[in-house]
């Protein structure tokens, strides 16, 4: 061939091989973007598979971990009421121990059994003992030294605390533990709730 034919070769072949490059260039760049998108979704055991990208704070609160426990304000009056629950339940224990079932009798003749029942609030304050009034005396006592001695501090900025706040109230995003690693999986709420009917509609699995 002469020189004339290879040029016509040459301008022929060369916008093939450069929309080639072009194309494999543009996949490996889209690929490139996709990874990023991932690692960012991606932080730390942090498998975010929602469409929302997560704040710099609610990654912070995140990677802590779902048994994080916030540092919150003490409530002296909430705690008296946990210890009366306390001496309750005790009293409880005293009142129906070894009691046979023949020496209780019921106040309503028209009692019908049902399977489920009212949160019984029956509370024999006669079986408090002196030792359960000693031990509630001593615990608030105690309770009183702790909170005019003890300063507490914020383990969350109040960014962060406002974000958490945020995420209490997010109905939408279903938040739960990896089931391998240790990591931490976000779902959206409609997603969570297919991929639960999905497992349990399994006739292989649940018959």
């Known amino acids: 061939p002469n020189h004339q034919q290879i ?8 916008p093939r091989i450069s929309r ?15 990874e990023e998108k991932k690692q960012e979704k991606n932080v730390e055991g942090i498998f975010n598979l929602t469409e929302q990208t997560l704040s710099a704070e609610q990654t912070e609160i995140l990677s802590k971990g779902l048994k994080f426990a916030p540092t919150t304000d003490f409530n002296k009056f909430d705690f008296f009421i946990d210890v009366n629950h306390f001496i309750r339940r005790l009293s409880l224990k005293k009142f129906f121990f070894r009691k046979e ?5 019921l ?10 029942r009212e949160k019984s609030t029956f509370f024999p304050k006669h079986m408090i003992s002196d030792q359960m009034k000693a031990f509630e005396i001593i615990v608030m006592k105690e309770v009183d030294t702790i909170t005019k001695t003890t300063m507490y501090q914020q383990n969350l900025s109040r960014r962060e605390q406002k974000t958490l706040k945020g995420m209490e109230k997010d109905n939408n995003t279903i938040i739960k533990p990896a089931d391998k690693g240790g990591g931490i999986v976000i779902f959206e709420k409609d997603q969570y709730i297919k991929e639960a009917e999905r497992i349990l509609l399994d006739p292989k699995t649940y018959q």
Request: no cysteine.
């Open 7 to 14: 040029a016509v070769v040459t301008e022929n072949v060369a």
């Open 20 to 34: 080639k490059e072009t194309e494999i260039h543009r996949r490996k760049r889209g690929t490139a973007i996709q």
């Open 101 to 105: 079932q023949s020496a209780i009798t």
């Open 107 to 116: 106040q309503n003749k028209n009692y019908v059994h049902i399977d489920l």
